[in-house]
């Protein structure tokens, strides 16, 4: 696992891209300013420190080509009309708020094949399992983290699950094929990017290691 082995190594990582996942962040945070909520501006549309930390403790499990793909649809995006957090926001309503999503949002929403559903549910699948995984061995950690299922969502709850079907949908096809290598990847050595991120995270936010941070909760 991350905690426990090469934790250099994974630091050189994290030094390469830290200046690309910093770019990615902050084109994410431009298009997130322009996101227009239901009930008004959301109060975390004005927290850039912990939306930097989110987003970065994600993104600092990603590969450069992974980064540099999504920097590129999130560029493509501003000069199509496009706004992918407005999208990825508006998605998960399609489980939270089926009613106002149908009604108000679906005919603005891509249009997703089979196959590329396929794709994502497969990806989806294991990256849930990884998630029950931590919750089972940082049940503190775990406990702050969003419920897992969308069987779990209401309207004032978006589950792990809706959040990352919602934000892959998002994704061009060069994107999420290379997302669903790194997935790959990472299962087959074993290790879990829910641990991982969750790390970088905690990291970010001044603990040497989750076992630090389980236990400060």
């Known amino acids: 696992m ?7 190594a994974s630091q050189r990582n994290h030094d390469d891209i830290r200046p690309l996942v910093e770019e990615v962040v902050a084109a994410e945070w431009d298009q997130f300013q322009e996101v227009n909520n239901e009930g008004g ?3 975390c ?4 420190p912990t939306f930097f930390q989110m987003r970065a403790s994600q993104f600092l499990t990603w590969t450069r080509p992974v980064l540099e793909s999504y ?10 009309g496009r706004n992918l957090l407005t999208e990825k926001y508006g998605l998960m309503m399609e489980s939270t708020d089926p009613q106002y999503f149908a009604e108000n949002l679906a005919a603005y929403m891509p249009k ?4 590329r559903t396929a794709q994502q549910e497969r990806i989806i699948a294991l990256q849930v399992t990884w998630a029950a995984d931590f919750r089972n061995r940082f049940p503190k950690l775990g406990n702050a983290m969003r419920v897992l299922r969308t069987s779990e969502d209401t309207r004032d709850t978006t589950s792990f699950e809706t959040y990352l079907r919602a934000e892959m ?3 061009s096809q060069k994107t ?6 790194l997935v790959r990847q990472y299962r087959d050595r074993g290790e ?6 969750l790390l970088n995270t905690v990291r970010l936010g001044g603990f040497s290691s989750l076992k630090e941070a389980e236990a400060a909760q």
């Open 112 to 115: 997703l094949s089979p196959e």
């Open 41 to 43: 501006r959301a109060n």
């Open 169 to 171: 949908s998002t994704y």
């Open 45 to 48: 549309q004005g927290n850039w």
């Open 192 to 197: 879990n990017i829910t641990e991982k991120t």
């Open 176 to 181: 999420l094929g290379l997302y669903e290598e």
């Open 71 to 80: 920097k590129e649809d999130l560029a493509h995006a501003l000069t199509v």
């Open 2 to 8: 991350e905690e426990n082995a090469g934790p250099e």
